[in-house]
């Protein structure tokens, strides 16, 4: 405190800042203070966020390839199935002196699976089955043209979008059936 000068009454403090400034650095301060920690909860929160869907995109390829291989397998299982159902009938056939000839609307879907699924089998597997497979394939070949049902040569009667093309199929199957003896050797 000090006089200055100006009369008895009148004195002057000397501050270094006038409580307004101080207010205001305060404010200031405060407000630096609040967006500091804002930013700080924000970039908490993505980095849970962001580890919260990891944590889900983990589960999720896991729970997938559980599911394929279960669903791989129960495919599996209906193909073999199937290739004892018709070489049971085969075998009944050929017992009373007849060539069995399976529909192609039966086989079709059947070479269609095998070629799907395969492709992750070991390759015994997969000479067996497309062996297996091979024979009526075969039988279907050397059926007449003359019954459309039954050979894969004739052209397609009545087929439907959900009918695979027969030609690039039997190509296909082929070529499985060639790189599995192959690869099984």
Request: hydrophobic share 40%; glycine share 6%; charged share 30%.
């Amino acid at each position: 405190r000090f006089s200055s000068g100006r009369g008895p009454g009148y004195r002057c403090y000397l501050f270094a800042m006038s409580t307004r400034d101080r207010l205001l650095q305060d404010v200031r301060r405060k407000r630096a203070s609040r967006e500091a920690q804002r930013q700080q909860e924000a970039d908490l929160e993505a980095k849970h966020r962001r580890e919260r869907e990891g944590a889900l995109l983990i589960q999720r390829v896991f729970r997938g390839l559980r599911v394929r291989r279960r669903w791989l397998a129960a495919e599996d299982a209906t193909l073999q199935k199937q290739l004892r159902d018709l070489e049971n009938v085969a075998q009944i056939v050929r017992g009373k002196g007849q060539l069995f000839v399976p529909p192609v609307a039966a086989l079709l879907p059947m070479m269609s699976r095998a070629l799907r699924q395969r492709s992750g089998a070991s390759p015994e597997d997969r000479v067996q089955i497309c062996s297996r497979l091979a024979v009526f394939v075969v039988a279907c070949l050397r059926a007449p043209l003359a019954a459309p049902k039954l050979s894969l040569c004739a052209p397609a009667v009545g087929t439907t979008a959900s009918t695979p093309d027969r030609m690039p199929l039997v190509v296909r199957f082929a070529k499985s059936l060639l790189a599995a003896v192959a690869s099984g050797k």
